[in-house]
C-alpha cells in the first residue's frame, strides 16, 4: 500500500518538481500567449464578472436575497441565479432594471485601455461604526457650503461667519 | 556544491538556507496593467517557482482553463477587498488558512492559491493544481499546502523585517 505523504512532505516534493523561475518565464514566452486585453470575449466575461460582483455586494448592502431581488424586479428567482452565473445575457435595459431594483445606478463607458474607473466606496459595504466615503465626501462639501449669514471677504477669499451666539468670529477656509 | 531544489542548499549535508523572493507575474499572462488596487507576486523559494510552473503547464495544456483564472484575477487586482463571489474566491476556512484564498477559473478546472501580504496590498501566489473531484478533500490538502508556503515566506518576512 503506498504511504500517505505529510503536507511537508507533499510540498518539498512540489518544490522538487518544479521549474525554476527562468525556466518557467522561458517556456511562457515559447508559448506567444494572445493579448487577451484585445479579446472580446474576454473583456465580456471580465464585464459580466464585474457586474455580478457589484450585484452581490449591493445586495449584501441591502440585506436581501435571491429572492427579496427576484420579487423587487417582478422575475422569477432562477433568473436571479442565471444572473448571478454569468449564464443571462444582459441587456442595457435588464441592467438598468436590477440597479434601480437595488437603489443603485449603472455607469457604461468605454474608456482607453490605459485608463481605468475608480469606483467610490460608497458601492462598498460599510463597516459598523464607519462612515463611507461617499457620506464623509457629502458631509466635507456641506461644510464648506456658504451659510446664508454668512459674509464673503473678497479680498482674502474667506468665509466670516457671523457670530450669533456672541462667540468669537471663526474664519472659515474655502479650501485648506 | 549540490543544490536540492526541495529543502534548499545543502554543502556535506547541512542545510545553509532557505531563499525565498517574490517574482512579479510575466506580462504577457498578468500585465502591470491590470493590478491597479492589488499587485500580484509569485512566490519562489530557493530559485524554483511552484506557482509560475503551475501557470506555465496550464498555458501549454489548457488554453481556455488558463483564460477562465485569469479572468478571476483581472477582477481580483481590480478590486479592493476580496471578491464577494464564492464562485471565484475562495477563501480558507481552517484556523491555520485564515490568510489563505482559492482563485477558481469559473465553471473550469485550474485553482490557483495565493494569502495576502501582511498590509494586504500584495497577493502572493503559492501554487495552483488542477481540481478532479467535487469533494472538499484535495481543496483542504492544497490549502494546507499553500499555509506551508505562508509559513515558509512568513519566517523569511519576518527574518529580514
Known amino acids: 500500500m503506498e504511504k500517505l505523504l505529510t503536507v511537508e512532505e507533499e510540498v518539498q516534493e512540489m518544490l522538487?518538481?518544479?521549474?525554476?523561475?527562468a525556466e518557467a518565464l522561458k517556456e511562457i514566452k515559447e508559448l506567444n500567449l494572445p493579448n487577451l486585453d484585445n479579446n472580446p470575449e474576454f473583456m465580456a466575461?471580465?464585464?459580466?464578472?464585474?457586474?455580478?460582483?457589484?450585484?452581490?455586494?449591493?445586495?449584501?448592502?441591502?440585506?436581501?436575497?435571491?429572492?427579496?431581488?427576484?420579487?423587487?424586479?417582478?422575475?422569477?428567482?432562477?433568473?436571479?441565479?442565471?444572473?448571478?452565473?454569468?449564464?443571462?445575457?444582459?441587456?442595457?435595459k435588464?441592467?438598468?432594471?436590477?440597479?434601480c431594483a437595488l437603489n443603485l445606478k449603472i455607469e457604461a463607458r468605454?474608456?482607453?485601455?490605459?485608463?481605468?474607473?475608480?469606483?467610490?466606496?460608497?458601492?462598498?459595504?460599510?463597516?459598523?461604526?464607519?462612515?463611507?466615503?461617499?457620506?464623509?465626501?457629502?458631509?466635507?462639501?456641506?461644510?464648506?457650503?456658504?451659510?446664508?449669514?454668512n459674509t464673503y471677504k473678497k479680498s482674502t477669499g474667506e468665509f466670516i461667519e457671523s457670530t450669533k451666539r456672541g462667540k468669537e468670529n471663526e474664519k472659515l477656509k474655502f479650501a485648506s | 556544491m549540490k543544490v536540492d531544489k526541495a529543502v534548499g542548499f545543502i554543502e556535506k549535508g547541512a542545510i545553509l538556507k532557505t531563499k525565498v523572493k517574490l517574482i512579479d507575474p510575466p506580462e504577457e499572462m498578468i500585465p502591470l496593467k491590470w493590478q491597479v488596487k492589488h499587485k500580484l507576486k509569485l512566490l519562489e523559494?530557493?530559485?524554483?517557482?511552484?506557482?509560475?510552473?503551475g501557470l506555465a503547464d496550464l498555458a501549454s495544456k489548457d488554453i481556455r482553463d488558463l483564460k477562465k483564472l485569469l479572468?478571476?484575477?483581472?477582477?481580483?487586482?481590480?478590486?479592493?477587498?476580496?471578491?464577494?463571489?464564492?464562485?471565484?474566491?475562495?477563501?480558507?476556512?481552517?484556523?491555520?488558512?485564515?490568510?489563505?484564498?482559492?482563485?477558481?477559473?469559473?465553471?473550469?478546472?485550474?485553482?490557483?492559491?495565493?494569502?495576502f501580504s501582511e498590509k494586504n496590498e500584495i497577493i502572493i501566489c503559492t501554487h495552483t493544481y488542477w481540481k478532479?473531484?467535487?469533494?472538499?478533500?484535495?481543496?483542504?490538502?492544497?490549502?494546507?499546502?499553500?499555509?506551508?508556503?505562508?509559513?515558509?515566506y512568513l519566517k523569511h518576512y519576518k527574518k529580514n523585517k
Open chain 2, 45 to 53: 523559494i530557493n530559485g524554483v517557482n511552484i506557482a509560475l510552473t
Open chain 2, 71 to 115: 479572468k478571476t484575477i483581472k477582477l481580483q487586482l481590480n478590486s479592493k477587498d476580496i471578491i464577494h463571489n464564492s464562485q471565484k474566491i475562495q477563501k480558507g476556512k481552517k484556523s491555520n488558512q485564515k490568510k489563505i484564498i482559492e482563485i477558481k477559473a469559473t465553471r473550469g478546472h485550474s485553482r490557483l492559491l495565493a494569502f
Open chain 1, 94 to 99: 435588464s441592467l438598468a432594471e436590477i440597479a
Open chain 1, 110 to 149: 468605454i474608456i482607453g485601455k490605459e485608463e481605468h474607473l475608480f469606483l467610490s466606496d460608497a458601492y462598498l459595504p460599510i463597516e459598523k461604526g464607519k462612515k463611507s466615503l461617499n457620506k464623509i465626501f457629502h458631509e466635507k462639501v456641506n461644510h464648506f457650503s456658504i451659510p446664508s449669514d
Open chain 1, 16 to 21: 522538487a518538481n518544479s521549474l525554476t523561475t
Open chain 1, 45 to 92: 466575461d471580465v464585464a459580466k464578472g464585474q457586474i455580478v460582483e457589484d450585484i452581490l455586494v449591493a445586495m449584501e448592502t441591502e440585506n436581501i436575497n435571491k429572492s427579496d431581488l427576484a420579487a423587487r424586479l417582478d422575475k422569477s428567482r432562477q433568473y436571479i441565479s442565471r444572473v448571478l452565473n454569468e449564464k443571462a445575457n444582459f441587456t442595457i
Open chain 2, 132 to 152: 478532479t473531484s467535487s469533494n472538499k478533500k484535495q481543496q483542504n490538502r492544497e490549502f494546507d499546502k499553500a499555509a506551508n508556503l505562508y509559513q515558509q
